[in-house]
C-alpha cells in the first residue's frame, strides 16, 4: 500500500513559478512498477493530466502545459516534484500526484495523494 | 489534439441502471486505450473504479462494470445507489506516454 501527500504553497503569485513535492511512503520511488504522475482540477471543471515521471528520469508531459513543466525525482528522499512556471490564475487548482502503472496491464492511476489547492490570484 | 468525450450530466433512478460512455473526437475507443474510470467527489481524491477497460479495482462493487460498446468504452452502473451521486471521469492512454481526461459526467440519483 502506497501513500503519497502533496505539499508546497498554497498561493504563488503570477508569472512565478509553482513548486509542490509529492512524498511517497510505503514503497520506493525507485520502483520499477511505476510512473509518478501530477494530475490537477482547476475550481468547477474536470482533472487534467500534467505529466508523468520514471525513476529513471524519463518524463512523459501534456502537450498544453510541456512548455511550462518540470517534473523530477528525488530519490535521496523519496519524492517527485513538479515545477509550473509563468503561472496565471488559469492554474489555480488542486494538485494531485498519483501512480501510474509501468505495464500496459497496469496502465491506470492507482494511489491518490489528498490533493494541494494552489491559488494564484488574478 | 485528440478530445475524449462524455456526457455532461446524466440522471438515474436509485436502483436503476446507467451506462457512461467514454469517446474521441475523432476515431474509436479500443482495448488498446487501456480504458479506466475514476469517480470523484468533492473535497476527496479521486477513486480508481475500472482499469483495463473491464477490470474493478479492489474494493469496488460488482455494481461497477466496464466495457467497450461500439466506437465508446462504457462504465454501468446497476443497482445505483444514492452514494453513487458524483462526477465519474474516464482515462485513455494514447500512446507516446500520454494520458487524457474525459471532461467528466455529473451522475445524479433522483
Known amino acids: 500500500q502506497l501513500y503519497l501527500q502533496e505539499s508546497g504553497p498554497g498561493l504563488v503569485k503570477p508569472s512565478e513559478t509553482l513548486s509542490l513535492t509529492c512524498a511517497v511512503s510505503?514503497?520506493?520511488?525507485?520502483?520499477?512498477?511505476?510512473?509518478w504522475a501530477w494530475i490537477r482540477q482547476p475550481p468547477g471543471t474536470g482533472l487534467e493530466w500534467i505529466g508523468n515521471?520514471?525513476?529513471?528520469?524519463?518524463?512523459y508531459y501534456n502537450p498544453s502545459l510541456k512548455s511550462r513543466v518540470t517534473i523530477s525525482v528525488v530519490t535521496s528522499k523519496n519524492q517527485f516534484s513538479l515545477n509550473l512556471s509563468s503561472v496565471t490564475a488559469a492554474d489555480t487548482a488542486v494538485y494531485y500526484c498519483?501512480?501510474?502503472?509501468?505495464?500496459?496491464?497496469?496502465?491506470?492511476?492507482?494511489?491518490w495523494g489528498q490533493g494541494a489547492l494552489v491559488t494564484v490570484p488574478s | 489534439q485528440t478530445v475524449v468525450t462524455q456526457e455532461p450530466s446524466f440522471s438515474v433512478s436509485p436502483g436503476g441502471t446507467v451506462t457512461l460512455t467514454c469517446g474521441l473526437s475523432?476515431?474509436?475507443?479500443?482495448?488498446?486505450?487501456?480504458p479506466s474510470w475514476y469517480q470523484k467527489t468533492p473535497g476527496q481524491a479521486p477513486r480508481t473504479l475500472i482499469y483495463?477497460?473491464?477490470t474493478r479495482s479492489s474494493g469496488v462493487p460488482d455494481r461497477f462494470s466496464g466495457s467497450i460498446l461500439g466506437n465508446k468504452a462504457a462504465l454501468t452502473i446497476t443497482g445505483t445507489q444514492a452514494d453513487d451521486e458524483s462526477d465519474y471521469y474516464c482515462?485513455?492512454?494514447?500512446?507516446?506516454?500520454?494520458?487524457?481526461f474525459g471532461g467528466g459526467t455529473k451522475l445524479t440519483v433522483l
Open positions: 510505503g514503497g520506493s520511488i525507485s520502483s520499477s512498477s511505476y510512473y
Open positions: 483495463n477497460t473491464d
Open positions: 482515462v485513455l492512454y494514447m500512446g507516446s506516454g500520454i494520458s487524457v
Open positions: 498519483a501512480t501510474r502503472g509501468y505495464s500496459s496491464r497496469y496502465n491506470y492511476f492507482d494511489y
Open positions: 515521471i520514471y525513476h529513471s528520469g524519463s518524463t
Open positions: 475523432s476515431g474509436s475507443v479500443s482495448t488498446s486505450h487501456y
